[in-house]
Every structure is written in C-alpha cells, then in structure tokens.
C-alpha cells in the first residue's frame, strides 16, 4: 500500500493528478469486473440494496484517499506524505469510539494525543507559527484529509456488513470510487490541464491500479476481516517507515529532525494504543 506515495510523488509529474486517480479506479473495475462478472450480474439486487454503502465506500476509499495523496505529491515529500497518513489509525479510534461506541481508555486518550502532536510537527514543520497563522502546506493538508477519508473507508468497511465477496464488494466499490471522481477528472480536462494518453501514463496507471490498488486494498480487506478496523489500522504506520525509504532511495528526499521526534513520538503513541487493544482482547 506504501507503494502508493511511488505514484503520489512521480506519477503526478506526468500525469495530472485527479485523471491518475480516475483511471486508477477505472482500470482496477475493468480487471475485477473481468474475473466476478458472472457472480455480479447473479447478485444485482444485493448490489441494489448495498448500493448507496458501496458508493460511500468508493468515495472516501478510491475517491478521497485515491486523489488527495496525488494532490499533495505536488507540493509535498514523501516522508511527509508517509508520516502523516499514519494519523489514519487516530480517526479510526475516534469515529469507532463516537458512532460505535468502542471504548475509550486513558491511554488511548494519551497514545492519540502524542500521535497527533506527532503528526503535527510534520504539517508545521516544528514551527509553532505555522499552527498560528494557518500556514501550512498544501500537500500537507491534502494528505491529512485522506487520512480521515481511510479512517471512515475503514471503519463502515468492518461495521457494514455485505452479503457479496471480497472481490465482489472491491469491484463495485473501485467502481464507485471512478464514478465518484467522474465529474471533478471533467473538470481537471477542461479547465486544468489535459491528459496526455501515451506509454508513460499507462505505466504510472497500471502500477497504481495493481500494487496499491488491487493488491493492497485486498490484502487490507482481508486483514480487517480477522482483526476489526481499528488494529489493522496499525498496519498503517509502516507508511513512516517505507515512506521515508521511498523518499530517500528514490526521489533523494532528506530527513530532518523534526521528522525522527515526530517519528518517535506517532510509534509510542500507538504503542500504548495497541498495547491496550491487545489486553482488551484478552
């Protein structure tokens, strides 16, 4: 899934950002939709009945956490986009805890709250007066919007549940995730910049369409199916890890010191969350 911040910084410098994120999901359909058509068309009034869930999953899944990460590697780094994606595990414990009223311990409160002070000092850069003057950059806040969007994908993806598969329910949902972006890809061709349809951007798509698109998600699905969303949201926080190696190995990215202090800090943080989310299972 980390794969994703590849196409998030190099993908974008060749193919517009929204139109990646479009024809992503597109090609993700059209594979799966090869492989479960004949199990669709038998289950249509399943996908009737789910239908506006599914949407609402493609949305914040491929359409939310599909764009916005394309967006920010414009004017963003890897490390950056990494380290702050990893507050996606934080939302999930805050949606879970509010609309499905999972408990909400002492130390979760204090692992949330280093995670985010964490995550913080990535946006701000340790300079308490970008948090001051609502300075931040760019790219940074489009990556902490995808992170909400993956924390409500993942949360109503455990709690909502489907009478259809795995790759039944990913190919309808990439399916709206395409939809969903539809109409702002329209807008990006018309008004932005157009999209040059050569060998480069088949590449680009189709790495993003099967590394952090088909693989990833089902792997994620399939992970969430045995241990709930809010510890396969931990998996998460391998972004800082081989984001910065992304980075660095990569695109010649550099570490600075706020970037290990934040580091530090997002790990112990969900170190006591996970601590306690194992004794509670217990």
């Given at each position: ?10 993908g ?17 359909f ?8 004949h ?7 399943i ?7 599914l ?16 967006l ?16 996606s595990?934080?939302f999930?414990i ?23 002070v964490?995550?913080?000092?990535i ?9 001051l ?5 760019q ?11 993956w ?57 993003a369409?099967?590394s ?34 992304y ?5 010649n990215?550099s ?28």
């Amino acid at each position: 899934m980390a794969s994703n911040l590849i196409v998030a910084r190099g993908g974008v410098e060749y193919v517009p950002p929204i139109s990646l994120a479009f024809w992503r999901w597109t090609i993700v359909f059209l594979i799966l939709f090869f492989f479960n058509f004949h199990n669709l068309i038998k289950k249509s009034i399943i996908i009737r009945k789910e239908f506006k869930n599914l949407f609402f999953l493609g949305a914040m899944g491929c359409g939310i956490c599909g764009a916005f990460p394309f967006l920010a590697g414009q004017t963003t780094t890897i490390v950056n986009m990494g380290i702050i994606y990893t507050s996606s595990p934080i939302f999930i414990i805050l949606i879970s805890s509010i609309f499905f009223k999972e408990k909400f311990t002492l130390v979760k409160f204090i692992g949330l709250i280093l995670c985010l002070v964490g995550v913080f000092l990535i946006i701000t850069k340790s300079n308490i007066n970008l948090l001051l003057t609502l300075k931040f950059t760019q790219g940074d806040l489009w990556m902490l919007g995808a992170a909400v969007g993956w924390a409500l994908y993942s949360v109503y993806l455990f709690h909502w549940k489907s009478n259809l598969t795995v790759f039944e329910r990913f190919t309808i949902i990439s399916l709206c995730g395409a939809l969903s972006l539809l109409p702002f890809y329209l807008a990006e061709e018309i008004y932005i910049k157009r999209t040059e349809f050569n060998n480069i951007f088949l590449t680009w798509v189709f790495f993003a369409a099967v590394s952090p698109g088909i693989i990833a998600f089902s792997l994620y699905t399939y992970t969430q199916k045995f241990l709930g969303a809010t510890t396969t949201g931990f998996t998460l926080y391998l972004f800082t890890v081989y984001g910065a190696f992304y980075g660095i190995v990569l695109f010649n990215e550099s570490l600075e010191t706020y970037h290990y202090i934040s580091t530090i800090m997002v790990f112990l943080g969900i170190y006591l969350v996970k601590k306690k989310v194992k004794n509670e299972n217990k």
